[in-house]
């Protein structure tokens, strides 16, 4: 037997459960020569029997039978054969009949005495229901990979950079190490925070979000480590800080550039020991705490200017998480609208299908400063102003979109081709990466992580002389 005989798909199996010689005779004769695999049984239980000992596609089953009749049969068959299509055949049918088999899973009835076409086109639209079924099954697990391939926690990236970001939270996720997330602001670093929390042994305990920056000098030491009773004025009682209500769990330092420096200290000491000091007592207490700080600053300049302490900068950098600007990775930019969509869509009760092709080329334009937090308030405040299912150009106010000075790429791309944007962006990386080393061909191939023979056929593809 040959390989591609051997491979070719099992013929469909259709089991007929009919008290009548004859009538069990007649359908499995005519479904063998429309090439099934037949089996026949007498009633009802010797159909279970059947079951039992084999799998089959289809049964075709009579209601008026001996011993256990084609009713009995469908209550008793639905633990046994999930998923099997049962077609039910009386002479004996009514509406009511039909819709109560219907409601006992059956998925279609035929009135004898029936025409063979009938029979033949009963089992061809229960063939063509299973296979819309199959094929419903398989997209929905090719969506479930697709977004398993391109979400982390609550972000959506399918760029190359983003992905990057995935595979390192992921993997750092599973240990206690200390992160800083580097980004702009509106990129999502408490969303990667978030995360990497959920993704990791800690998921269960508290995940305490503090913005260093939003709290006043005065009392960010008594927030974060808290205090005793009669530490100050106004200290009437005990207070945890942020740190105890972390306890097992992660804090998360948003704006750590904007600690002071007094205060920076006490948390290098907290980083170091695993030791905290409430305000007004003399003693430290242990805590368990994962810490993951973030910035939108340039650490490296606050030390030489001293405004942050350099060994603290070092006891925070374990592991580096740099988020991209959204105008560095516009190809997440339609990945992203569609999930801001769906999620409006619930929050606001709206049933937007999508953005127009003109409105999607708008926002592939504009250079987002905000970052994803101004996409996301974008995409809310067109649903908001929309009066249609698409989101259209003139549902964005989109600030300062017209002064935006576009490359030489984008200026030319005023059409909807992927793969022609993509060889833009593509030729101007190159024209920038080699701008950037004055030409040097070896050292603009590190900065594109590709390799040098790469590069130059590339040039040649896209004519560029440097």
């Known amino acids: 037997?040959?390989?591609?005989?051997?491979?070719?798909?099992?013929?469909?199996?259709?089991?007929?459960?009919?008290?009548?010689?004859?009538?069990?005779?007649?359908?499995?004769?005519?479904?063998?020569?429309?090439?099934?695999?037949?089996?026949?049984?007498?009633?009802?239980?010797d159909g279970l029997d059947k079951i039992r000992a084999a799998t089959f596609d289809f049964v075709l089953c009579d209601i008026k039978m001996p011993r256990m009749d084609g009713m009995a049969f469908l209550k008793a068959v639905q633990p046994l054969a999930e998923g099997v299509t049962i077609i039910m055949m009386s002479a004996?049918?009514?509406?009511?009949?039909?819709?109560?088999?219907?409601?006992?899973?059956?998925?279609?009835?035929?009135?004898?005495?029936?025409?063979?076409?009938?029979?033949?086109?009963?089992?061809?639209?229960?063939?063509?229901?299973?296979?819309?079924?199959?094929?419903?099954?398989?997209?929905?697990?090719?969506?479930?990979?697709?977004?398993?391939?391109?979400?982390?926690?609550?972000?959506?990236?399918?760029?190359?950079?983003?992905?990057?970001?995935?595979?390192?939270?992921?993997?750092?996720?599973?240990?206690?190490?200390?992160?800083?997330?580097?980004?702009?602001?509106?990129?999502?670093?408490e969303l990667v925070a978030q995360a990497i929390h959920q993704a990791g042994p800690r998921q269960a305990r508290p995940f305490v979000p503090v913005n260093c920056g939003s709290i006043p000098?005065?009392?960010?030491?008594?927030?974060?480590?808290?205090?005793?009773?009669?530490?100050?004025?106004?200290?009437?009682?005990?207070?945890?800080?942020?740190?105890?209500?972390?306890?097992?769990?992660?804090?998360?330092?948003d704006e750590i550039g904007d600690m002071p420096v007094s205060l920076q200290v006490k948390l290098l000491r907290v980083l170091q020991e695993g030791e905290i000091r409430p305000v007004g007592q003399t003693e430290s207490r242990a805590v368990d705490v994962r810490v993951i700080a973030a910035t939108s600053r340039h650490l490296s300049q606050?030390?030489?200017?001293?405004?942050?302490?350099?060994?603290?900068?070092?006891?925070?950098?374990?592991?580096?998480?740099?988020?991209?600007?959204?105008?560095?990775?516009?190809?997440?930019?339609?990945?992203?609208?569609?999930?801001?969509?769906n999620h409006f869509n619930s929050s606001l009760a709206r049933k937007v299908k999508g953005i127009t092709p003109e409105a999607m080329a708008l926002l592939l334009r504009h250079r987002w400063p905000g970052n994803v937090r101004e996409l996301e308030n974008a995409i809310e405040r067109a649903m908001v102003l929309a009066g249609d299912d698409w989101l259209t150009p003139d549902n964005f106010q989109l600030a300062g979109v017209s002064e935006v000075v576009l490359s030489p790429g984008e200026q030319i791309m005023d059409g909807y081709s992927i793969k022609s944007a993509q060889k833009l962006m593509e030729r101007e990386m190159i024209v920038k990466a080699l701008k950037?080393?004055?030409?040097?061909?070896?050292?603009?191939a590190r900065l594109l992580e590709i390799s040098h023979p790469s590069l130059l056929s590339k040039l040649k593809s896209y004519d560029i002389d440097m």
Do not use: W
């Open 92 to 189: 004996y049918g009514t509406i009511d009949l039909a819709v109560e088999a219907m409601k006992l899973g059956a998925y279609d009835f035929i009135s004898k005495p029936f025409k063979s076409d009938e029979v033949r086109l009963a089992i061809k639209k229960a063939e063509e229901r299973d296979r819309l079924k199959r094929e419903n099954l398989l997209l929905r697990e090719q969506v479930r990979r697709f977004e398993e391939r391109h979400r982390f926690g609550n972000l959506v990236a399918k760029s190359a950079a983003m992905q990057k970001v995935f595979e390192l939270a992921a993997k750092v996720a599973q240990y206690n190490t200390t992160i800083l997330i580097v980004g702009e602001s509106g990129t999502g670093k």
């Open 217 to 253: 000098e005065a009392l960010l030491e008594s927030e974060l480590f808290g205090y005793v009773k009669g530490a100050f004025t106004g200290a009437d009682r005990n207070k945890k800080g942020l740190f105890e209500e972390a306890d097992g769990g992660t804090l998360f330092l």
């Open 436 to 444: 950037a080393t004055q030409g040097n061909r070896t050292q603009a």
């Open 302 to 341: 606050m030390i030489t200017e001293g405004t942050f302490r350099e060994d603290l900068f070092y006891r925070l950098n374990v592991i580096c998480i740099d988020l991209p600007a959204l105008r560095e990775r516009g190809e997440d930019i339609p990945l992203l609208c569609q999930h801001f969509v």
């Open 1 to 45: 037997m040959s390989d591609e005989a051997s491979q070719s798909p099992a013929p469909t199996s259709i089991l007929i459960i009919d008290d009548e010689e004859n009538m069990r005779h007649m359908l499995a004769s005519m479904l063998k020569r429309e090439g099934y695999r037949i089996e026949t049984a007498a009633d009802g239980q």
